[in-house]
């Protein structure tokens, strides 16, 4: 190691005096690399900045290609009847089991059921589908969702996977619903507060009707009178209507299945 005095002395530019104050093997180093230094060639440095600018780059990261289009739901051409024929069918998974065969790409992954259709399976397990009677009218069955929760732990137990959490079922009622209601207008009540599901039945539409009707009315009269007025002077309410959400009601009151 050179001392303080001799990088003093070397920093001055005393060269000689530095070499005689190191053992002969630092003096060999010494001057190998103080000379070899001061007599490479320009040459040297300019092949040396060549090697440094030439030198490969990596390639920025790029991510793998995506496809923006998501899985939907085809629309099935199936009438109120066939839906009817489904919610009845005995086994309890008619719907389950229409969306497997006709929508199986939507519906799996890797071969078993997506998580909201695991909650259907397991609401029609549990009578999603049943109708019993309320009062006068038929109403469908309230299915608990900690009924659905423990049928899908169960199934995860014995197929050797881990048990999920009520947020798991929570957080599949909105896809499950919008399916259903997209492909079959079947309608799913969804309770979160009571943390229960139902189909809409005939009493809750009934019941429904009945709380609306009294709001309706003003403005149905308002529209009947509007409607004889001006067939009254040769206009035909049906093109006044048409496209409008009333003429949807006339439709859907017309329809037979």
Request: with cysteine; hydrophobic share 40%.
């Amino acid at each position: 190691m050179l001392g303080v005095d001799n990088r003093a002395a070397l920093l001055a530019g005393n060269r000689s005096q530095v070499l005689a104050a190191v053992t002969p093997c630092q003096q060999t180093f010494t001057l190998r690399t103080v000379d070899n230094v001061h007599a490479l060639p320009y040459s040297f440095f300019q092949a040396h900045q060549l090697r440094q600018n030439t030198t490969p780059s990596f390639p920025m990261f790029q991510d793998e290609p995506r496809s923006s289009t998501k899985a939907s739901l085809p629309d099935f051409d199936i009438t109120a009847a066939e839906v009817q024929q489904l919610l009845a069918d005995p086994s309890g998974h008619g719907v389950s089991n229409y969306l497997m065969e006709h929508a199986g790409f939507f519906v799996t992954t890797g071969g078993n059921l997506r998580t909201p259709f695991r909650v259907l399976w397991y609401a029609e397990n549990l009578g999603l589908t049943r109708m019993v009677y309320s009062g006068q009218h038929k109403d469908s069955q309230v299915v608990r969702l900690r009924d659905i929760l423990d049928q899908i732990n169960r199934s995860n137990e014995l197929n050797g996977k881990r048990s999920v959490t009520m947020s798991t079922v929570l957080n599949s009622l909105s896809p499950m619903a919008k399916a259903l209601l997209s492909g079959f207008k079947v309608k799913v009540l969804i309770n979160r507060q009571e943390e229960t599901i139902k189909l809409l039945s005939e009493a809750f539409a009934a019941n429904m009707f009945s709380n609306m009707k009294a709001d309706a009315e003003r403005v149905f009269k308002r529209y009947a009178d509007v409607a004889e007025q001006a067939k009254a002077v040769g206009v035909d309410p049906k093109g006044l209507i048409a496209g409008t959400h009333v003429e949807r009601l006339q439709l859907a009151c017309a329809s037979e299945g």
